[in-house]
Nanobody, 113 residues
Framework: QVQLQESGPGLVKPSQTLSLTCTVS??????????WSWVRQHRGKGLEWMGA???????YYSPPLKSRTSISRDTSKNQFTLQLLSVTHKDTAVYYC?????RGRGTQVNVSS
Protein backbone atom coordinates (compact mmCIF):
# COMPACT_ATOMS: atom_id res chain seq x y z
CA GLN A 1 0.00 0.00 0.00
CA VAL A 2 1.42 3.33 -1.03
CA GLN A 3 2.12 5.87 1.69
CA LEU A 4 2.81 9.57 1.28
CA GLN A 5 4.41 11.95 3.76
CA GLU A 6 4.72 15.68 3.46
CA SER A 7 7.67 17.60 4.85
CA GLY A 8 8.70 21.21 4.90
CA PRO A 9 8.72 24.35 7.00
CA GLY A 10 5.69 25.13 9.08
CA LEU A 11 6.30 28.86 8.93
CA VAL A 12 7.07 30.96 5.88
CA LYS A 13 7.38 34.73 5.67
CA PRO A 14 5.30 36.75 3.23
CA SER A 15 6.83 37.12 -0.23
CA GLN A 16 9.05 34.07 0.28
CA THR A 17 8.86 30.74 -1.52
CA LEU A 18 7.15 27.79 0.11
CA SER A 19 8.78 24.44 -0.63
CA LEU A 20 7.23 21.14 0.40
CA THR A 21 8.37 17.62 -0.35
CA CYS A 22 6.28 14.49 -0.56
CA THR A 23 8.11 11.25 0.10
CA VAL A 24 6.42 8.19 -1.34
CA SER A 25 6.85 4.64 -0.11
CA UNK A 26 5.25 1.42 -1.20
CA UNK A 27 5.04 2.46 -4.83
CA UNK A 28 7.00 4.27 -7.50
CA UNK A 29 6.09 7.74 -8.69
CA UNK A 30 6.89 6.56 -12.22
CA UNK A 31 4.27 3.81 -12.20
CA UNK A 32 2.12 4.11 -15.28
CA UNK A 33 -1.12 6.05 -15.14
CA UNK A 34 -0.66 7.54 -11.70
CA UNK A 35 -0.77 11.26 -11.06
CA TRP A 36 0.73 12.78 -7.93
CA SER A 37 -1.00 15.86 -6.66
CA TRP A 38 -0.76 18.65 -4.19
CA VAL A 39 -3.91 19.92 -2.55
CA ARG A 40 -4.50 22.30 0.31
CA GLN A 41 -7.23 23.10 2.74
CA HIS A 42 -7.84 26.49 4.24
CA ARG A 43 -9.44 26.46 7.67
CA GLY A 44 -13.11 25.76 7.39
CA LYS A 45 -12.93 25.24 3.62
CA GLY A 46 -12.84 22.31 1.25
CA LEU A 47 -9.84 20.85 -0.50
CA GLU A 48 -8.26 22.97 -3.23
CA TRP A 49 -6.37 21.16 -5.96
CA MET A 50 -3.12 22.95 -6.74
CA GLY A 51 -1.45 20.81 -9.34
CA ALA A 52 -0.01 17.44 -10.21
CA UNK A 53 2.89 15.65 -11.79
CA UNK A 54 2.20 12.61 -13.87
CA UNK A 55 4.09 9.32 -13.95
CA UNK A 56 5.65 10.65 -17.15
CA UNK A 57 6.86 13.82 -15.50
CA UNK A 58 4.31 16.06 -17.19
CA UNK A 59 2.91 18.72 -14.91
CA TYR A 60 -0.53 20.23 -14.55
CA TYR A 61 -1.51 23.30 -12.57
CA SER A 62 -4.63 24.95 -11.28
CA PRO A 63 -5.14 28.05 -13.44
CA PRO A 64 -5.48 30.49 -10.53
CA LEU A 65 -2.16 29.27 -9.07
CA LYS A 66 -0.28 28.46 -12.24
CA SER A 67 1.85 31.60 -12.26
CA ARG A 68 3.16 30.88 -8.74
CA THR A 69 3.32 27.08 -8.66
CA SER A 70 5.97 24.60 -9.70
CA ILE A 71 5.92 20.85 -9.16
CA SER A 72 8.98 18.72 -9.76
CA ARG A 73 10.21 15.28 -8.84
CA ASP A 74 13.29 13.32 -7.88
CA THR A 75 12.77 9.79 -9.10
CA SER A 76 15.94 8.58 -7.39
CA LYS A 77 14.40 9.51 -4.05
CA ASN A 78 10.82 8.73 -5.04
CA GLN A 79 9.81 12.25 -4.04
CA PHE A 80 7.93 15.10 -5.60
CA THR A 81 8.09 18.71 -4.57
CA LEU A 82 5.83 21.74 -4.50
CA GLN A 83 7.13 25.26 -4.77
CA LEU A 84 4.77 28.17 -4.26
CA LEU A 85 6.22 31.59 -4.98
CA SER A 86 5.50 34.93 -3.35
CA VAL A 87 3.32 33.57 -0.57
CA THR A 88 0.83 35.71 1.34
CA HIS A 89 -1.27 35.07 4.41
CA LYS A 90 -3.90 33.66 2.06
CA ASP A 91 -1.58 30.72 1.48
CA THR A 92 -1.85 29.65 5.12
CA ALA A 93 -3.39 26.19 4.97
CA VAL A 94 -2.85 22.50 5.52
CA TYR A 95 -1.03 21.07 2.52
CA TYR A 96 -1.45 17.47 1.40
CA CYS A 97 0.15 15.32 -1.22
CA UNK A 98 -1.97 12.60 -2.70
CA UNK A 99 -2.43 9.97 -5.31
CA UNK A 100 -5.58 8.21 -6.32
CA UNK A 101 -6.68 6.36 -3.24
CA UNK A 102 -4.02 7.69 -0.91
CA ARG A 103 -3.24 10.96 0.82
CA GLY A 104 -0.60 12.06 3.27
CA ARG A 105 -1.46 13.30 6.74
CA GLY A 106 -0.89 16.88 5.74
CA THR A 107 1.35 19.61 7.01
CA GLN A 108 0.25 22.94 8.40
CA VAL A 109 1.90 25.93 6.76
CA ASN A 110 1.53 29.37 8.25
CA VAL A 111 2.52 32.49 6.39
CA SER A 112 3.47 35.17 8.83
CA SER A 113 6.18 37.72 9.43
Amino acid sequence: QVQLQESGPGLVKPSQTLSLTCTVSGGSITTNDYYWSWVRQHRGKGLEWMGAIAYSGKTYYSPPLKSRTSISRDTSKNQFTLQLLSVTHKDTAVYYCQRRGSRGRGTQVNVSS
